[in-house]
């Protein structure tokens, strides 16, 4: 198996902010590699600088073999890019819009004609071909923004966030697609801030945070890291920091526990790594109710991705989501107050 992408020591500063900060990944041929992070993290950039679109302060980027920043014609035509925004002229018929694409590519008149019309019928969208996209629901925009993304036959499909506005039936019809493109040899570099979408199609992954790779395996490979199965306790809805403290001190020297984290984001909960032998929840909650601190939820789960980031940053994706959303909100209401003023 060749080597189908490869990022060296990337950078990319906007101004004065690091979007990509000395960020490294191989992706094999044939397979889907997910790069994993929150909004914000610079997955975006990462895939902007490897498909041309951004030009990177440093690092070396490759794709199918051919230098990307000395050659970045010659790497255009080996990736297929499918942006996060659905970029589709709403007058032209979903057949028209393909064959304006096709024109772009310079594919020989015969053999594009064929290659739409396998298209259309690999993705469902023959029914619709000759309507209008303006007409289109998410999920057929998605999809028709996918095959003008094939049409050349790429050797490397990347994907920012496909499924970002689609509805669940959309979802498993692109992941299907997008697991038969790689059956057929096609390698895909996807985008994601959804735990779900790539413990489901990676065969490998990156997870990034804050312009870093902070991990980086096998979905097995990176939950067997985090260790043990794992606790998730709450001694009320809103613990205060005493009793969480209380709690973890209490837990700590269990013989079945091997680590407490306190997750302030999250009204200090305990996430605890227990040995995955153990049958911990009733000795836990036996030595709080005997010292006096009630439990308002506990559960046990198999460590999925979201420990894998809980372990390496100290909070869970849905709290970096939130905590990058604060920030983008923090801006936008300081850009309009500078407006007014």
């Known amino acids: 198996m060749g080597i189908a992408v490869q990022v060296k020591n990337l950078q990319k500063k906007y101004g004065s902010v690091s979007a990509v900060n000395d960020i490294s990944f191989t992706v094999q041929t044939g397979e889907i590699f997910g790069l994993l992070g929150p909004n914000g993290a610079?997955?975006?950039?990462?895939?902007?600088?490897?498909?041309t679109l951004a030009k990177p302060d440093g690092g070396e980027l490759w794709v199918d073999g051919v230098d990307v920043l000395v050659r970045p014609r010659q790497a255009r035509r080996r990736l297929g890019y499918v942006a996060q925004e659905v970029a589709i002229d709403k007058i032209l018929t979903g057949r028209e819009l393909l064959q304006l694409q096709a024109s772009l590519y310079h594919l020989p008149k015969n053999s594009a004609q064929q290659r739409i019309e396998q298209l259309l019928s690999i993705l469902g969208l023959e029914a619709y071909?000759?309507?209008?996209?303006g007409t289109y629901s998410g999920g057929l925009r998605k999809r028709l923004d996918l095959a003008a993304g094939l049409l050349h036959q790429p050797a490397?499909?990347?994907?920012?966030?496909?499924?970002?506005?689609?509805?669940?039936?959309s979802r498993f019809i692109l992941w299907e697609f997008l697991r038969q493109l790689r059956s057929a040899g096609t390698t895909v570099l996807i985008t994601s801030h959804y735990l779900e979408e790539i413990d489901a199609l990676a065969d490998r992954l990156a997870i990034i945070d804050q312009g870093h790779v902070i991990a980086e395996g096998t979905p097995s490979e990176l939950k067997n890291r985090v260790g043990g199965d794992r606790v998730t306790l709450r001694i009320q809805e809103f613990t205060d920091d005493q009793q969480a403290i209380a709690a973890k001190n209490l837990l700590t020297p269990l013989p079945f526990v091997e680590e407490v984290i306190i997750n302030t984001?999250?009204?200090?909960?305990?996430?605890?790594?227990?040995?995955?032998?153990?049958?911990?929840?009733?000795?836990?909650?036996?030595?709080?109710?005997?010292?006096?601190l009630p439990i308002f939820s506990l559960a046990q789960s198999r460590p999925s991705l979201d420990d894998v980031y809980l372990a390496a940053t100290g909070k869970t994706l849905m709290d970096a989501e939130l905590a990058a959303a604060s920030q983008r909100d923090l801006k936008a209401e300081k850009k309009q107050a500078m407006k007014v003023s």
């Open 42 to 51: 610079g997955k975006t950039t990462t895939i902007r600088c490897l498909c």
């Open 129 to 133: 071909a000759d309507q209008k996209t």
């Open 156 to 169: 490397v499909l990347v994907l920012d966030e496909p499924s970002v506005g689609l509805d669940i039936e």
């Open 265 to 292: 984001a999250q009204g200090n909960s305990l996430n605890l790594v227990v040995k995955t032998q153990s049958n911990p929840l009733s000795q836990i909650e036996k030595i709080l109710i005997d010292h006096n």
